[in-house]
């Protein structure tokens, strides 16, 4: 593609778009139609027919993710969900059997709970013990699903490794990336075959979209979910792609400095005296720091963290000023929750101990706020439960 080079920020930039032809105009144009004028019956012009179908803004948005993704194809969905969901239709049927990651984002649990109406069968387990992932293979198993880092208790998965797992049995390995960003993480290039985004989350960055995308690396599973896309009609309006699409072309700068705040908040609450335990794989004292050194590039800006008790978690989410209280993440500002009774409400409680999701554990989307004042914020709410 025009003015595209090998480096992250220069595809982050240019991947997907050219100077619009017309015009010349160097951004992507937003294109605000639901159908096109064609040449003549049954000849559309430039491949563009209906908005649900096609649209010039979305396909700039698919080709940039994918590049940034190192897959061959994207596709934009209206959400997350949507695109998990086109990704379950184009590759399911009944009496398959899904192997998932034991702490996924809440949502995620949730609609799989809703297909098991429609006979899919799905087992949670720990994919970080390869050991637990391998025996829960079934030979009816078509799929293996896993976040990594895990939200919110910050698991990761070797993905190589659970990609070679999937393989031996003949099953596609999708990876949910959206806490990572391609810009730490790239599972097309350890063996994943799908990867799936929100990119409501860092991929958009300014809290003002809501939108999700599939990552192929086949020609195969392109057809299968370009079909989903257009016959259940789940997609983007066009001014969510041309958000995404400017927001992307920040990402490596944005996820710099998301990581650098991060660090430094991650050191302080680990030898703070009212905090438990910390949750990031940036820290020497997580169990698979070795690993999050390996597969990622950088350790997210995403932290949790213990305060063992329902209370003392309330009190400590009440309390910050600039860390504002609400679900959700990735934001350029910093925000604080509680994911037992916010983002993962849903799950069931029987799981929710199963997997060590407690009531005291607390949740930090950490922004890109001079690092000092974010701090100093937590350091306000923390005094009051020392």
Not at 80 to 101: P, T, Y
Request: proline fraction near 4%.
């Amino acid at each position: 593609m025009a003015g595209e080079g090998d480096g992250f920020g220069t595809r982050a930039v240019h991947a997907g778009q050219a100077p619009d032809v017309a015009t010349g105009a160097i951004m992507t144009p937003l294109f605000l139609t639901s159908t096109y004028v064609q040449d003549g019956v049954a000849r559309p012009r430039q491949g563009h027919e209906y908005a649900r179908v096609t649209n010039p803004t979305r396909t700039a948005l698919e080709g940039n993710l994918a590049s940034l993704e190192g897959g061959e194809h994207g596709l934009a969905f209206a959400s997350g969900l949507a695109a998990i969901e086109a990704i379950l239709k184009a590759n399911l049927s009944s009496g398959d059997h899904v192997v998932c990651g034991d702490n996924l984002y809440g949502g995620s649990e949730r609609l799989f709970r809703f297909w098991e109406r429609y006979g899919l069968q799905f087992d949670y387990v720990d994919t970080s013990d390869l050991d637990k992932l391998r025996a829960a293979i079934q030979p009816s198993t078509r799929m293996v699903y896993l976040e990594t880092p895990t939200n919110p208790l910050m698991q990761l998965t070797d993905l190589a490794a659970g990609a070679e797992i999937a393989r031996e049995a003949d099953a596609l390995l999708v990876v949910d990336n959206t806490f990572a960003t391609p810009a730490l993480q790239r599972p097309l290039e350890l063996g994943a075959d799908l990867v799936v985004h929100s990119t409501t989350k860092y991929l958009n960055g300014h809290s003002d979209v809501v939108g999700g995308a599939v990552i192929a690396r086949s020609d195969d599973q392109n057809e299968r979910l370009r079909y989903q896309q257009m016959a259940t009609g789940g997609v983007p309006g066009p001014l969510d792609c041309w958000l995404v699409l400017r927001a992307t072309k920040t990402l490596h700068l944005r996820m710099r400095a998301h990581c650098e705040n991060a660090r430094t908040i991650a050191t302080y609450l680990d030898g703070h005296a009212a905090v438990a335990r910390v949750l990031y794989p940036g820290l020497s004292s997580h169990p698979q720091h070795e690993l999050a050194s390996r597969q990622m590039s950088d350790f997210g800006g995403m932290i949790t963290i213990d305060m063992v008790s329902a209370e003392r978690a309330e009190a400590v989410a009440s309390s910050t000023r600039l860390f504002a209280l609400a679900e959700s993440l990735g934001g350029v500002e910093s925000l604080i929750s509680v994911p037992s009774r916010m983002t993962h409400a849903s799950v069931p409680a029987e799981r929710k101990r199963a997997m060590g999701l407690t009531d005291g554990l607390v949740r930090l989307s950490v922004g890109v706020e001079d690092v000092d004042d974010l701090v100093a914020d937590l350091e306000r709410a923390l005094a009051a439960v020392s």
